[in-house]
Protein backbone atom coordinates (compact mmCIF):
# COMPACT_ATOMS: atom_id res chain seq x y z
CA UNK A 1 0.00 0.00 0.00
CA UNK A 2 1.31 3.30 -1.10
CA UNK A 3 0.11 6.74 0.57
CA UNK A 4 0.13 9.68 -1.42
CA UNK A 5 -0.57 13.22 0.72
CA UNK A 6 -1.71 16.18 -1.05
CA UNK A 7 -3.79 13.76 -3.11
CA UNK A 8 -5.78 16.48 -4.73
CA UNK A 9 -2.70 19.01 -5.36
CA UNK A 10 -0.92 19.82 -8.48
CA UNK A 11 1.00 17.38 -8.07
CA UNK A 12 -1.61 14.68 -6.69
CA UNK A 13 -4.02 15.02 -8.96
CA UNK A 14 -1.61 13.80 -11.67
CA UNK A 15 -0.09 10.85 -10.39
CA UNK A 16 -2.93 9.71 -8.36
CA UNK A 17 -4.58 8.72 -11.63
CA UNK A 18 -0.58 6.98 -12.84
CA UNK A 19 -0.81 4.81 -9.91
CA UNK A 20 -4.35 3.85 -10.10
CA UNK A 21 -3.32 3.33 -13.73
CA UNK A 22 -0.40 0.65 -12.43
CA UNK A 23 -3.03 -1.03 -10.35
CA UNK A 24 -1.31 0.10 -7.14
CA UNK A 25 -2.85 -0.29 -3.93
CA UNK A 26 -3.02 3.19 -3.25
CA UNK A 27 -4.30 5.23 -0.25
CA UNK A 28 -4.95 8.80 -0.77
CA UNK A 29 -4.64 11.91 2.01
CA UNK A 30 -6.46 15.18 1.41
CA UNK A 31 -8.25 18.23 4.06
CA UNK A 32 -11.79 18.28 2.57
CA UNK A 33 -14.58 15.94 1.83
CA UNK A 34 -14.83 17.91 -1.63
CA UNK A 35 -11.02 16.49 -2.73
CA UNK A 36 -11.58 13.19 -1.05
CA UNK A 37 -14.68 12.60 -3.49
CA UNK A 38 -12.50 13.48 -6.17
CA UNK A 39 -9.88 11.25 -5.63
CA UNK A 40 -12.68 8.38 -4.92
CA UNK A 41 -13.72 9.32 -8.55
CA UNK A 42 -10.09 9.08 -9.97
CA UNK A 43 -10.21 5.10 -8.52
CA UNK A 44 -8.89 5.49 -5.23
CA UNK A 45 -11.09 3.31 -2.76
CA UNK A 46 -8.83 4.24 0.61
CA UNK A 47 -8.72 7.45 1.26
CA UNK A 48 -8.37 9.35 4.60
CA UNK A 49 -9.86 13.23 5.29
CA UNK A 50 -8.45 15.27 7.77
CA UNK A 51 -5.52 17.92 8.62
CA UNK A 52 -2.16 16.33 8.66
CA UNK A 53 -0.93 19.05 11.21
CA UNK A 54 -3.40 16.71 13.74
CA UNK A 55 -0.44 13.71 14.40
CA UNK A 56 -3.80 11.44 15.02
CA UNK A 57 -4.28 12.14 11.05
CA UNK A 58 -1.12 11.55 10.71
CA UNK A 59 -0.62 8.22 12.11
CA UNK A 60 -3.94 7.05 10.48
CA UNK A 61 -2.92 8.31 7.08
CA UNK A 62 0.37 6.13 7.61
CA UNK A 63 -0.47 3.10 9.20
CA UNK A 64 -0.04 -0.10 7.22
CA UNK A 65 1.69 1.53 4.35
CA UNK A 66 4.43 0.31 2.95
CA UNK A 67 5.28 3.14 0.93
CA UNK A 68 4.78 6.92 1.37
CA UNK A 69 5.04 9.76 -1.32
CA UNK A 70 5.12 12.81 0.65
CA UNK A 71 4.43 16.26 -0.40
CA UNK A 72 4.09 19.02 1.97
CA UNK A 73 0.62 21.32 1.13
CA UNK A 74 2.50 24.94 -0.46
CA UNK A 75 3.20 27.53 1.97
CA UNK A 76 2.02 25.66 5.19
CA UNK A 77 3.11 27.88 8.18
CA UNK A 78 3.58 24.51 9.85
CA UNK A 79 5.63 22.72 6.50
CA UNK A 80 8.65 21.81 8.88
CA UNK A 81 6.74 20.68 11.79
CA UNK A 82 4.29 18.53 9.32
CA UNK A 83 7.18 16.73 7.22
CA UNK A 84 9.32 16.05 10.66
CA UNK A 85 5.99 14.52 11.86
CA UNK A 86 5.81 12.71 8.77
CA UNK A 87 9.05 11.07 8.96
CA UNK A 88 8.77 10.39 12.32
CA UNK A 89 5.23 8.60 12.09
CA UNK A 90 6.17 6.63 9.16
CA UNK A 91 9.37 5.39 10.98
CA UNK A 92 7.14 4.09 14.19
CA UNK A 93 4.58 2.62 11.20
CA UNK A 94 7.34 0.55 9.82
CA UNK A 95 7.30 2.16 6.12
CA UNK A 96 9.86 0.58 4.14
CA UNK A 97 10.34 3.14 1.52
CA UNK A 98 10.12 7.17 2.18
CA UNK A 99 10.00 9.49 -1.02
CA UNK A 100 10.03 13.01 -0.22
CA UNK A 101 9.26 15.32 -2.89
CA UNK A 102 11.18 18.44 -1.50
CA UNK A 103 12.82 21.37 -4.38
CA UNK A 104 15.29 21.84 -6.58
CA UNK A 105 18.09 23.69 -5.01
CA UNK A 106 16.63 23.22 -1.27
CA UNK A 107 20.12 24.58 0.24
CA UNK A 108 19.25 27.89 -0.67
CA UNK A 109 17.74 29.56 2.57
CA UNK A 110 16.82 32.65 0.97
CA UNK A 111 14.13 30.87 0.32
CA UNK A 112 11.88 29.96 3.00
CA UNK A 113 10.17 27.12 1.74
CA UNK A 114 13.59 25.73 0.82
CA UNK A 115 15.12 25.79 4.00
CA UNK A 116 12.25 24.11 5.23
CA UNK A 117 12.66 21.31 2.94
CA UNK A 118 16.79 21.12 3.73
CA UNK A 119 15.43 20.73 7.37
CA UNK A 120 12.97 17.85 6.22
CA UNK A 121 15.40 16.24 4.42
CA UNK A 122 18.10 16.06 7.13
CA UNK A 123 15.80 14.64 9.39
CA UNK A 124 14.54 11.98 6.44
CA UNK A 125 18.88 11.49 6.29
CA UNK A 126 19.40 11.03 9.99
CA UNK A 127 15.82 8.74 10.13
CA UNK A 128 16.92 5.51 9.54
CA UNK A 129 14.29 5.20 6.78
CA UNK A 130 15.10 3.80 3.49
CA UNK A 131 14.73 7.49 1.72
CA UNK A 132 14.17 8.87 -2.20
CA UNK A 133 14.46 12.54 -2.44
CA UNK A 134 13.29 14.27 -5.47
CA UNK A 135 13.90 17.43 -5.82
CA UNK A 136 11.39 19.61 -8.74
CA UNK A 137 12.45 22.51 -10.15
CA UNK A 138 9.49 25.70 -10.18
CA UNK A 139 6.70 23.83 -11.80
CA UNK A 140 5.22 24.21 -15.05
CA UNK A 141 1.72 25.53 -14.00
CA UNK A 142 -1.77 25.37 -16.51
CA UNK A 143 -3.10 27.87 -14.12
CA UNK A 144 -0.39 30.87 -15.21
CA UNK A 145 -0.67 29.94 -18.77
CA UNK A 146 -4.82 30.86 -18.70
CA UNK A 147 -4.42 34.75 -17.94
CA UNK A 148 -1.33 34.92 -20.41
CA UNK A 149 -3.72 33.05 -23.65
CA UNK A 150 -6.83 34.66 -22.43
CA UNK A 151 -5.41 38.43 -21.64
CA UNK A 152 -2.20 38.38 -23.68
CA UNK A 153 0.12 39.31 -20.53
CA UNK A 154 1.98 36.83 -18.74
CA UNK A 155 2.45 38.10 -15.31
CA UNK A 156 5.44 37.40 -12.81
CA UNK A 157 6.13 38.96 -9.74
CA UNK A 158 9.71 38.87 -10.02
CA UNK A 159 12.51 40.55 -11.80
CA UNK A 160 11.54 39.98 -16.49
CA UNK A 161 15.23 39.43 -17.09
CA UNK A 162 16.14 36.80 -14.60
CA UNK A 163 16.96 33.00 -15.90
CA UNK A 164 14.92 30.09 -14.45
CA UNK A 165 14.79 26.79 -14.55
CA UNK A 166 11.27 24.76 -14.59
CA UNK A 167 9.57 21.26 -15.12
CA UNK A 168 6.64 19.77 -16.06
CA UNK A 169 4.73 18.21 -13.47
CA UNK A 170 3.56 15.12 -15.73
CA UNK A 171 7.56 14.15 -15.97
CA UNK A 172 7.54 14.72 -11.98
CA UNK A 173 4.64 12.19 -11.69
CA UNK A 174 6.24 9.65 -14.45
CA UNK A 175 9.25 9.61 -11.88
CA UNK A 176 7.45 9.06 -8.39
CA UNK A 177 5.61 6.72 -10.45
CA UNK A 178 9.20 4.42 -11.15
CA UNK A 179 11.15 5.51 -8.16
CA UNK A 180 8.14 3.87 -5.43
CA UNK A 181 7.27 0.82 -8.06
CA UNK A 182 11.22 0.05 -7.63
CA UNK A 183 11.95 1.04 -4.07
CA UNK A 184 15.41 -1.07 -4.15
CA UNK A 185 16.79 0.63 -7.40
CA UNK A 186 15.88 4.42 -6.38
CA UNK A 187 16.49 3.95 -2.42
CA UNK A 188 19.12 6.43 -0.75
CA UNK A 189 19.07 8.42 -4.33
CA UNK A 190 18.69 12.60 -4.18
CA UNK A 191 17.10 13.43 -7.99
CA UNK A 192 17.25 17.16 -9.18
CA UNK A 193 14.49 17.17 -11.46
CA UNK A 194 14.57 20.14 -14.15
CA UNK A 195 13.53 20.35 -17.78
CA UNK A 196 16.02 21.40 -20.62
CA UNK A 197 16.14 25.18 -20.73
CA UNK A 198 16.82 28.16 -18.75
CA UNK A 199 14.30 31.08 -19.41
CA UNK A 200 14.06 34.66 -18.92
CA UNK A 201 10.10 36.02 -18.33
CA UNK A 202 10.39 37.78 -22.27
CA UNK A 203 11.77 33.99 -23.33
CA UNK A 204 8.39 32.31 -22.11
CA UNK A 205 6.36 35.09 -23.16
CA UNK A 206 7.92 34.68 -26.48
CA UNK A 207 7.22 30.79 -26.09
CA UNK A 208 3.80 31.63 -25.56
CA UNK A 209 3.06 34.22 -28.31
CA UNK A 210 4.20 31.48 -30.34
CA UNK A 211 1.90 28.71 -29.15
CA UNK A 212 -0.86 31.27 -29.22
CA UNK A 213 -0.45 32.60 -32.47
CA UNK A 214 -0.43 36.28 -31.30
CA UNK A 215 1.59 38.33 -29.25
CA UNK A 216 1.70 37.71 -25.74
CA UNK A 217 3.75 40.05 -23.39
CA UNK A 218 5.70 39.77 -20.10
CA UNK A 219 4.62 42.04 -17.18
CA UNK A 220 5.85 42.57 -13.88
CA UNK A 221 3.48 42.41 -10.98
CA UNK A 222 3.93 44.55 -7.85
CA UNK A 223 5.13 41.77 -4.88
CA UNK A 224 2.89 43.23 -2.71
CA UNK A 225 -0.33 43.34 -5.19
CA UNK A 226 0.72 39.50 -6.19
CA UNK A 227 0.54 38.43 -2.38
CA UNK A 228 -3.31 40.45 -2.13
CA UNK A 229 -4.11 38.65 -5.58
CA UNK A 230 -3.08 34.64 -4.52
CA UNK A 231 -3.51 35.29 -1.37
CA UNK A 232 -6.15 37.59 -0.35
CA UNK A 233 -6.75 41.25 1.43
CA UNK A 234 -4.92 39.48 5.01
CA UNK A 235 -2.31 37.06 4.26
CA UNK A 236 -1.18 35.00 7.13
CA UNK A 237 2.19 36.51 7.85
CA UNK A 238 4.01 33.66 6.89
CA UNK A 239 2.71 33.10 3.35
CA UNK A 240 3.00 36.67 3.00
CA UNK A 241 7.15 36.18 3.85
CA UNK A 242 7.46 33.85 1.87
CA UNK A 243 6.04 35.33 -1.17
CA UNK A 244 8.24 38.49 -0.47
CA UNK A 245 11.67 35.95 -0.44
CA UNK A 246 10.57 34.89 -3.36
CA UNK A 247 10.27 37.80 -5.24
CA UNK A 248 13.24 39.23 -3.78
CA UNK A 249 15.48 35.95 -4.42
CA UNK A 250 14.27 35.69 -8.09
CA UNK A 251 15.16 38.92 -8.49
CA UNK A 252 18.69 39.13 -7.59
CA UNK A 253 19.81 35.69 -8.24
CA UNK A 254 18.98 33.11 -11.44
CA UNK A 255 17.57 30.22 -10.56
CA UNK A 256 18.75 26.97 -12.61
CA UNK A 257 19.38 23.63 -12.91
CA UNK A 258 20.53 20.63 -15.24
CA UNK A 259 18.04 17.67 -17.22
CA UNK A 260 20.50 15.20 -17.18
CA UNK A 261 19.72 13.25 -13.98
CA UNK A 262 15.71 13.71 -15.32
CA UNK A 263 16.35 12.56 -18.88
CA UNK A 264 18.36 9.40 -17.06
CA UNK A 265 15.42 8.79 -14.88
CA UNK A 266 12.39 9.29 -18.03
CA UNK A 267 14.94 7.43 -21.05
CA UNK A 268 13.46 9.98 -22.85
CA UNK A 269 14.18 13.99 -23.21
CA UNK A 270 12.08 15.83 -20.51
CA UNK A 271 9.23 17.82 -21.37
CA UNK A 272 9.89 21.46 -22.30
CA UNK A 273 8.39 24.53 -21.61
CA UNK A 274 6.92 25.17 -25.57
CA UNK A 275 5.46 21.65 -25.55
CA UNK A 276 3.87 22.00 -21.85
CA UNK A 277 2.50 25.16 -23.19
CA UNK A 278 1.30 23.67 -26.52
CA UNK A 279 -0.33 20.81 -25.17
CA UNK A 280 -2.17 23.12 -22.90
CA UNK A 281 -3.05 25.28 -24.88
CA UNK A 282 -4.78 22.86 -27.75
CA UNK A 283 -6.58 21.85 -24.38
CA UNK A 284 -7.90 25.11 -23.57
CA UNK A 285 -9.23 25.44 -27.11
CA UNK A 286 -10.87 22.11 -27.21
CA UNK A 287 -12.52 22.70 -24.11
CA UNK A 288 -13.62 26.40 -25.65
CA UNK A 289 -14.66 24.30 -28.91
CA UNK A 290 -17.22 21.78 -26.52
CA UNK A 291 -18.64 25.13 -24.64
N1 LIG B 1 5.10 25.58 -7.11
C1 LIG B 1 6.36 25.26 -7.44
O1 LIG B 1 6.92 25.75 -8.42
C2 LIG B 1 7.11 24.26 -6.59
C3 LIG B 1 8.36 23.80 -7.03
C4 LIG B 1 9.03 22.85 -6.27
C5 LIG B 1 8.48 22.40 -5.08
N2 LIG B 1 7.26 22.89 -4.68
C6 LIG B 1 6.71 22.40 -3.41
O2 LIG B 1 5.69 21.45 -3.72
C7 LIG B 1 4.80 21.37 -2.61
C8 LIG B 1 3.39 21.50 -3.09
O3 LIG B 1 3.10 20.50 -4.04
P1 LIG B 1 1.69 20.55 -4.81
O4 LIG B 1 1.61 21.90 -5.49
O5 LIG B 1 1.57 19.30 -5.57
O6 LIG B 1 0.70 20.53 -3.58
P2 LIG B 1 -0.56 21.44 -3.31
O7 LIG B 1 -1.31 21.64 -4.60
O8 LIG B 1 -0.19 22.63 -2.53
O9 LIG B 1 -1.39 20.45 -2.36
C9 LIG B 1 -2.71 20.65 -2.10
C10 LIG B 1 -3.24 19.36 -1.47
O10 LIG B 1 -2.82 19.29 -0.12
C11 LIG B 1 -3.93 19.03 0.71
N3 LIG B 1 -3.72 19.71 2.00
C12 LIG B 1 -3.52 21.03 2.20
N4 LIG B 1 -3.36 21.28 3.51
C13 LIG B 1 -3.51 20.09 4.15
C14 LIG B 1 -3.50 19.70 5.50
N5 LIG B 1 -3.28 20.58 6.48
N6 LIG B 1 -3.71 18.40 5.79
C15 LIG B 1 -3.93 17.49 4.80
N7 LIG B 1 -3.93 17.80 3.51
C16 LIG B 1 -3.73 19.08 3.18
C17 LIG B 1 -5.11 19.63 -0.05
O11 LIG B 1 -6.29 19.01 0.36
P3 LIG B 1 -7.72 19.60 -0.13
O12 LIG B 1 -7.71 19.42 -1.63
O13 LIG B 1 -8.71 18.75 0.55
O14 LIG B 1 -7.73 21.04 0.28
C18 LIG B 1 -4.74 19.29 -1.49
O15 LIG B 1 -5.16 17.99 -1.80
C19 LIG B 1 5.16 22.53 -1.67
O16 LIG B 1 5.90 22.01 -0.61
C20 LIG B 1 6.00 23.43 -2.55
O17 LIG B 1 6.89 24.21 -1.80
C21 LIG B 1 6.56 23.77 -5.41
Known amino acids: MILVTAAHGNQGRLLVPRLVAAGAALRACVRTDASAQRVRAAGVTEVVV?????????????????????????????????GFAAVDVARAAGVKHFVFSSVLHAITTDLIQHEVKRDIEEHLLSSGLEFTILQPANYMLPQRLTPAFEEGIFRLSWALDRYQSMVDLSDVTEVAAIVLADSERHAGATYELVAPGRHTAYDLATILSGVAGREISAERIDPELFIKQFLGANPHPYQARVARAISARYSSHDFIGNPNVLTWLLRRQPTTYAQFAQKHFEASQASKGRR
Not at 69 to 79: I, K, M, R, S
Open 50 to 82: GDITDPRVMARAMDGVAKVYYVGPTLHPEERQM
